[in-house]
């Protein structure tokens, strides 16, 4: 049977001392955080009856996966990064800020500063071996009218499912770009088709995810961010369809308005007017923007 202490005068002023709301000194709101996670935790420790072992078992593990840098890997593996978009995705709705693309995490591997240009852009740095591939499409409004100087932010892994900038082989914002849209709303960018990743083997999160009975994959997939002023900003991407982890995405980031099909084109002529040099794949992503509600 579970002994039960939380009630006691003993440990709630214990919770209270340690989360330092006996101090007049420090910062409220980290106090405010702080006397709840403690108390859960406390809380979850008594119903599960955790054993000192188990306990200092975890605390050790925090320990590894910081010294892994894998924090905010496990963070989209456990959900969160997907719970946050549900209570964003809520919030946007009591404020009337719904509708339009959906949005979707942003995953732990963005840089800022990637180059800026107008209207297209090349993002493979002519280093990096992949199947060619020419991603396009317009940014409009809920009414559908075209947002011309809209900054659509894109970045994605090589073929290998590695990152520039966490992959010490890629040169420097390789496959990162962002593309001011042009009169008409369009941005084009010529890449490579990227593949998804694993969890790094004998990782601390897949060290995890293999004790729930899960995989740590995820789908080949590229990523967005679009923005313009008086306009909401938009964080989402587009998973390959065909992939076999498309629905089944380790980071739970896969919705079916963003599962996008990649059409092969072998049509010499359009290989020539798109700037390949061989058989190239087409991916359409069409995105909408909501204003923001008081400008409407």
Known sequence: MTVKTMQTEAVQNLLLKAAGLDKADGNPRLKQIMHRFLSDIYQMIED?????????????????????????????????????????????????????????????????????????????????????????GKVVDEEGNPIAGAVVDIWHADSKGGYSYFDPSQSAFNLRRRIETDENGNYTARSIVPSGYGCPPGGSTIKVLEGLGR?????????????????????????????????????????????????????????KENGFEDNYFDVEFNICVTIQPHLK
């Open 48 to 136: 599960l009856d955790i054993t000192p072992e188990e306990f200092w078992k975890g605390a050790c593990y925090i320990n590894e996966l910081g010294s892994n840098n894998e924090s905010v890997l496990i963070a989209p593996g456990l959900g969160f990064d997907h719970y946050l978009d549900i209570r964003a995705d809520a919030k946007d709705k009591l404020e009337g800020l719904d509708g339009g693309t959906p949005r979707t995490i942003e995953g732990p591997l963005y840089v800022e500063g990637a180059p800026l240009s107008v209207g297209e852009a090349k993002m493979v740095d002519g280093k990096t071996p992949g199947q060619g591939m020419l991603l396009h």
């Open 215 to 271: 995989h740590g994959n995820r789908p080949a997939h590229i990523h967005y961010f679009v923005s313009k002023a008086s306009y909401k900003h938009l964080t989402t991407q587009i998973n390959l369809s065909g992939d076999k982890y498309t629905y089944d995405d380790f980071a739970f980031a896969t919705k079916d308005e963003l599962v996008i099909d990649a059409r092969p084109i072998a049509d010499k002529t359009l290989i």
